[in-house]
């Protein structure tokens, strides 16, 4: 995964990486995705990223009106014209595109009006849905009330689930709730993600770039690093206060930096998404209940639900599809 900033502020290095890993992955099984505000972007890098299967997830958090609230150059111009233009190139070029967005105060309540508006605009494949980290000193002024932020979400998906379209980060939560599955993970920076920087470190969270911690040279890191092992061991059943959370099964123990920054420690409890759980399980038990309450004779009947009805949360979205863009990436440490 490339991401920034901004990569394609250096193209040259983007093109060395991404041939170098297509040469050197003679099975075919790296997937490689790029985040970009596509405001940079050239046909001739469209045409090297479709080339080389490069999926690309430009950076979008509606229509020009609210994007460019948050999204603009030091100039203070939004950016959201030149966004679209490097879209429709990537698109032109063949890339397989998804959109990102930024959930705050300028996309919320509106959210499913701005979300019809690019998917009937741009047509992505995949759509995630980023959520605000707390601020380290001080309130995040963009920041959005958990419950107003969820249930928007969960009536943004009500959409987007019949338009087929993939939701990454919703799908973290959905998914192991529809297959039963235990998810003992938030976040691949638990023990399955590493980032490398510019100057060398290697760590396992972007959101502690910058901080001084949990970063360590590139040179002498190897998998007994002691932050390593710690960020590993992150799981919510390792935790006495969780043990008892109907939402255990689908919340992974929550953001390690979030918690870090509520509670002093990345293994406390990450509040904000404890709360969020919660609210998308007591969702999730209602929607199947909507789901197969038609099938139900007596008002005393006992109901397992099959696999099958269980899947009609998904409604059109092809969960088994292996090219769906960050699939494999959102499903570690799920199914354990």
């Given at each position: 995964m490339f991401y920034g900033g901004e990569p394609l502020l250096n193209p040259d290095v983007v093109k060395?990486?991404?041939?170098?890993?297509?040469k050197?992955?003679?099975?075919?099984?790296?997937?490689?995705?790029?985040?970009?505000?596509?405001?940079?972007?050239?046909?001739?890098?469209?045409?090297?990223?479709?080339n080389n299967d490069v999926f690309v997830i430009v950076s979008m958090d509606g229509p020009a009106e609210i994007h460019d609230q948050m999204r603009c150059y030091a100039n203070g111009q939004g950016g959201f014209e030149d966004t679209a233009k490097g879209y429709?190139?990537?698109?032109?070029?063949?890339?397989?595109?998804?959109?990102?967005?930024?959930?705050?105060?300028h996309n919320i309540p509106e959210l499913k009006e701005a979300v019809e508006y690019l998917i009937n605009r741009f047509e992505p494949i995949d759509l995630?849905?980023?959520?605000?980290?707390?601020?380290?000193?001080?309130?995040?002024?963009a920041f959005v009330d958990i419950r107003l932020l969820t249930e928007e979400m969960i009536d943004t998906f009500r959409f987007i689930r019949e338009k087929g379209v993939y939701a990454e980060h919703l799908f973290r939560r959905i998914r192991p709730f529809v297959e039963q599955q235990l998810r003992l993970k938030d976040c691949p920076s638990c023990g399955g993600k590493?980032?490398?920087?510019?100057?060398?470190?290697?760590?396992?969270?972007?959101?502690?770039?910058?901080?001084?911690?949990?970063?360590?040279?590139?040179?002498?890191?190897?998998?007994?690093?002691?932050?390593?092992?710690?960020?590993?061991?992150?799981?919510?059943?390792?935790?006495?206060?969780?043990?008892?959370?109907?939402?255990?099964?689908?919340?992974?123990?929550?953001?390690?930096?979030?918690?870090?920054?509520?509670?002093?420690?990345i293994n406390?409890?990450?509040?904000?998404?404890?709360?969020?759980?919660?609210?998308?399980?007591?969702?999730?038990?209602?929607?199947?209940?909507?789901?197969?309450?038609?099938?139900?004779?007596?008002?005393?009947?006992?109901?397992?639900?099959?696999?099958?009805?269980?899947q009609r949360i998904y409604s059109n979205v092809n969960t088994t599809d292996e090219k769906l863009p960050l699939n494999s990436y959102s499903k570690y440490g799920e199914g354990a």
């Amino acid at each position: 995964m490339f991401y920034g900033g901004e990569p394609l502020l250096n193209p040259d290095v983007v093109k060395h990486a991404v041939s170098y890993i297509r040469k050197n992955d003679t099975n075919g099984v790296c997937k490689i995705t790029m985040f970009t505000n596509a405001t940079v972007i050239t046909r001739e890098m469209a045409e090297f990223l479709a080339n080389n299967d490069v999926f690309v997830i430009v950076s979008m958090d509606g229509p020009a009106e609210i994007h460019d609230q948050m999204r603009c150059y030091a100039n203070g111009q939004g950016g959201f014209e030149d966004t679209a233009k490097g879209y429709d190139t990537c698109k032109d070029a063949g890339c397989r595109l998804g959109i990102s967005m930024v959930l705050g105060r300028h996309n919320i309540p509106e959210l499913k009006e701005a979300v019809e508006y690019l998917i009937n605009r741009f047509e992505p494949i995949d759509l995630g849905f980023s959520t605000l980290h707390l601020h380290q000193h001080g309130d995040n002024p963009a920041f959005v009330d958990i419950r107003l932020l969820t249930e928007e979400m969960i009536d943004t998906f009500r959409f987007i689930r019949e338009k087929g379209v993939y939701a990454e980060h919703l799908f973290r939560r959905i998914r192991p709730f529809v297959e039963q599955q235990l998810r003992l993970k938030d976040c691949p920076s638990c023990g399955g993600k590493f980032l490398v920087t510019p100057d060398k470190s290697i760590g396992f969270c972007e959101a502690f770039l910058g901080t001084g911690h949990y970063y360590y040279p590139l040179e002498s890191f190897d998998l007994s690093n002691e932050g390593y092992n710690e960020w590993k061991g992150i799981s919510p059943v390792r935790r006495e206060e969780c043990l008892r959370c109907p939402s255990i099964a689908i919340c992974g123990g929550g953001c390690p930096y979030d918690a870090w920054v509520q509670h002093g420690s990345i293994n406390s409890l990450d509040t904000i998404r404890c709360q969020q759980s919660n609210i998308l399980l007591e969702w999730l038990i209602w929607d199947l209940f909507d789901q197969i309450k038609g099938e139900i004779k007596e008002p005393l009947d006992i109901v397992i639900p099959e696999p099958a009805q269980r899947q009609r949360i998904y409604s059109n979205v092809n969960t088994t599809d292996e090219k769906l863009p960050l699939n494999s990436y959102s499903k570690y440490g799920e199914g354990a």
